[in-house]
């Protein structure tokens, strides 16, 4: 199984992400109620799990987002107090731990404006964080734990509980 190197200073090696099932249920829900023709997103909460990124929720897209057929600006109001009350419910166990926005393509891939945006965010927080971007029908996952560019990753497992991308 391929390994994803850490920024400087991590500990860990990232061998992959678990996606809950109802996680990704939600993404995709929330995606398609557009029908595709504007972009949505939000946040991604969930925790470290050995050399796993383990997402369990998501957050739904706010009034104060804004959204084009080709863009989705996320506003911090709504999605902040999502990430802080997954944060405060768990005890300190549950944080921000990634994005997810919708593309109108069958098989989504990122656009060079996502790869930037990945990379300032990955800067700012100098953790693994997983981005997720949800297409008509496919997913595309990935993590940024370096400066280098984001990859993407595939399943490799899938059972009644969720996903594991690696």
Partial sequence: MPRLRLAPGMNQDVVGVLVDR??????????GRSRF?????????????????????????QASD???PFRFWRSPQG????????????RGHVSYIGEWH???EDEPSPSSIDRQ???TTFASHQRPLVFVIVGRQGLWLSVQSSSASAKALIVR????????FS
Avoid: I, N
């Fill in 66 to 68: 804004r959204a084009s």
């Fill in 22 to 31: 109802a996680a990704l249920a939600k993404v995709r829900g929330l995606a």
């Fill in 157 to 164: 497992e899938d059972d009644g509980t969720g996903q594991l």
């Fill in 117 to 119: 945006s990945w990379a």
């Fill in 37 to 61: 023709e504007m972009e949505t997103g939000g946040v991604l909460v969930g925790c470290r799990r050995g050399g796993y990124l383990h997402v369990t929720d998501a957050s739904a897209p």
């Fill in 79 to 90: 999605h902040q107090a999502f990430a802080e009350a997954a944060w405060r419910k768990s």
């Fill in 102 to 104: 919708s593309h109108p």
